[in-house]
Every structure is written in structure tokens, then in C-alpha cells.
């Protein structure tokens, strides 16, 4: 068992991560079926117009493109399409019902120490297509570089989870949104009915337990004048306004860092971080601010230690997900 100078990294214990490990497993197998699944949302459907026979694909919006009028080919492409999607909706159904397993035992072992609101509203960013948008930022960013190596870092005690928006990729995140037909903040509604925005705070939604989600996004460069702030996420006028933070300044070109994490009852999630480098750097930034907060400054000081002790113990580095 490794021994650590910070004594909030404790390392998880042989069965614990043996637990993960093959949970981890089922949650990647289940994640490509997914993005399988993905590939084939929608349907297909024949549909006859002035007498003639036409093949049409339908996508998961409702909107409707002819593929052209009934052929060999045409109906040779409407029964692979077919086939591929009833036997990846079935392999999806079946990895679904697979997974509870791994989180019973995730419990049961206490594996995670996430808290289940972040994993569940990780997994509603995920299922609506909007998860590579976001990253997770600040003190929740520690369950993953934790859990990559295999420790428990303790110091993430906040009521707050900070999602940084990318904005360079704006337009195809609304594109998305007006397909979803939905805000953002309907998307956090979906974990908890009684997230709201905060009427003086509008990139910022508080749900009746006092837990809340921030939407922030890098500081613009420049003048900014084709860069509104804040910057509505969707057309959905009751929606999250994200706000400039300067420190986020670093993290576009500072990589994008992938774990899987778990809750305290075992459910499980993916998520985005920045590369641990860059996290030292900006917190150790922060730690040394005079003009900050003293107890946020000692805080942050703490973070980069810790994430930096992982650094050197583990060779912690990226992880697939490629850049954000």
C-alpha cells in the first residue's frame, strides 16, 4: 500500500479496486453500445406518393429524407439498416440490465465517493448528446484523477459542481439544443425537478437540498464584442447564462482528462477533466492570490499538492478522450 505525505489520499483497498476494475469494464462495454445504438436512432419506413414506392429514413427529430424509389439496392440498404438497429437496441437493452450488477457490488463495496448528484447529472448531460460539450472543473475534477489511481483524494466536501462550457463549439451545442427541443436547465431538471436558476445569479441552479450546478465558461480575449456576456446556452429564454471566469482561461489548450467515476450507491458516469497538469497550475495560481478568499486560497493550495503528489506517484496523464 502506498503511504502518502497528504494524508487525505488514502488508497483503495485490493477488493475495492478489483471491483472497480470490472466495473469499469461493463461501463465501457455498455458506453459502446450506446454509441452504437446511437449510430442507427431513427428508423426507416417505405412510403408510397403518386404511385410510386419510395424508401424514407426517418431521424430521431421526426424529420424525414427520401432515400429514393424502391429499388434492389434501396430495399437491400432498408433491411441492413433494419437488422443492425434491432440487434444493437437488443445488445443496448441487454448490457443495461448487466450493469446493475457492478453497481450493486460497487455499494456493497463501497467504491465510490462521488456524490450521486454529480454522477446522475453527469449521465443526463451524456444521454442528451451535450457531455462533450462540458468539462468538469474545480474541486469535483479530484474524483477522477483519484480514481485513476486507485486512491481515495478527500479534499471534494463542496455543495457546488462547476461545468465549464466550451464556447468555441457554441454553435454546435445550440444546433444540438434546438434538436433536444429542450433547455439546459430542463436537461438538470431531469435528475431533480426543483433545480432553478438563482435570480441573481443566472449561470447558477440550486435544487431544494442547497446543491449547485455552475455553468462557466473561458474569459474572452480581445475586445469581445462578438462575444456577448453572459452567453445564453440555448433560445430557451429561462435558461443557464454562463458566466467568464478567468481562470479557465488555461484549460482549452490544456487537454481534456477521461475517467470513469462512481457514486456513493454505485451508480456510475464519465467524466471530463482537465489534464491534472493544468489543474496544479490553476489551483496553485489561486492558492497564492492575496486578493482571494483565505480559506478558498488554503483550499486550493491543498488540491495542488494532492493532484501534484498523484502526478509523481503515478505518472497521472491523459486519459482517451482526446482534447477539450
Not at 442507427?40 to 424514407?56: E, F, K
Not at 477522477?144 to 451545442?173: E, M, N, P, S
Request: aromatic share 6%; charged share 25%; hydrophobic share 40%.
Amino acid at each position: 500500500m502506498d503511504d502518502y505525505e497528504n494524508t487525505d489520499i488514502l488508497p483503495l483497498s485490493e477488493a475495492q479496486t478489483r471491483q472497480y476494475i470490472d466495473a469499469e469494464s461493463a461501463w465501457r462495454a455498455l458506453a459502446q453500445a450506446r454509441q452504437a445504438a446511437c449510430e442507427v436512432r431513427g428508423s426507416m419506413m417505405w412510403r408510397t406518393q403518386a404511385g410510386r414506392r419510395y424508401l424514407v429514413r426517418v431521424s430521431a427529430s421526426g424529420a424525414q429524407t427520401s432515400l429514393g424509389p424502391a429499388s434492389e439496392a434501396n430495399a437491400e440498404i432498408f433491411e441492413r439498416f433494419m437488422a443492425r438497429k434491432q440487434s444493437e437496441e437488443a445488445r443496448l437493452r441487454r448490457l443495461r440490465e448487466t450493469v446493475q450488477q457492478p453497481v450493486r457490488m460497487n455499494r456493497a463495496r463501497r467504491v465510490g465517493r462521488v456524490p450521486a448528484i454529480v454522477v446522475d447529472t453527469l449521465n443526463a448531460l451524456a444521454k442528451a448528446g451535450l457531455q462533450e460539450h462540458f468539462m468538469t472543473v474545480g474541486t469535483h475534477a479530484l474524483y477522477a484523477y483519484g480514481t485513476a489511481c486507485g486512491v481515495r483524494a478527500d479534499a471534494t466536501a463542496t455543495q457546488d459542481i462547476d461545468l465549464r462550457l466550451d464556447a468555441r463549439k457554441h454553435l454546435r451545442f445550440v444546433t444540438t439544443m434546438q434538436r433536444l427541443d429542450t433547455s439546459l436547465l430542463g436537461s438538470v431538471q431531469k435528475v431533480d425537478p426543483s433545480f432553478v436558476l438563482r435570480g441573481d445569479q443566472r449561470y447558477t441552479a440550486v435544487n431544494a437540498a442547497g446543491f449547485e450546478i455552475d455553468v462557466i465558461r473561458r474569459a474572452v480575449q480581445g475586445s469581445g464584442a462578438d462575444d456577448p456576456h453572459p452567453l445564453r446556452v440555448s433560445a430557451f429564454e429561462d435558461d443557464f447564462r454562463t458566466v467568464q471566469v478567468s481562470t479557465g482561461q488555461a484549460l482549452p489548450g490544456g487537454g481534456r482528462f477521461t475517467q470513469m467515476v462512481v457514486a456513493t450507491n454505485g451508480r456510475m458516469a464519465t467524466m471530463h477533466a482537465p489534464a491534472p497538469d493544468s489543474f496544479v497550475r490553476i489551483k496553485a495560481g489561486l492558492g497564492r492570490r492575496a486578493d482571494r478568499d483565505p480559506l478558498k486560497r488554503r483550499k486550493d493550495a491543498l488540491q495542488a499538492r494532492m493532484v501534484q503528489q498523484l502526478l509523481e506517484a503515478h505518472g497521472l496523464g491523459y486519459q482517451a478522450g482526446g482534447t477539450a
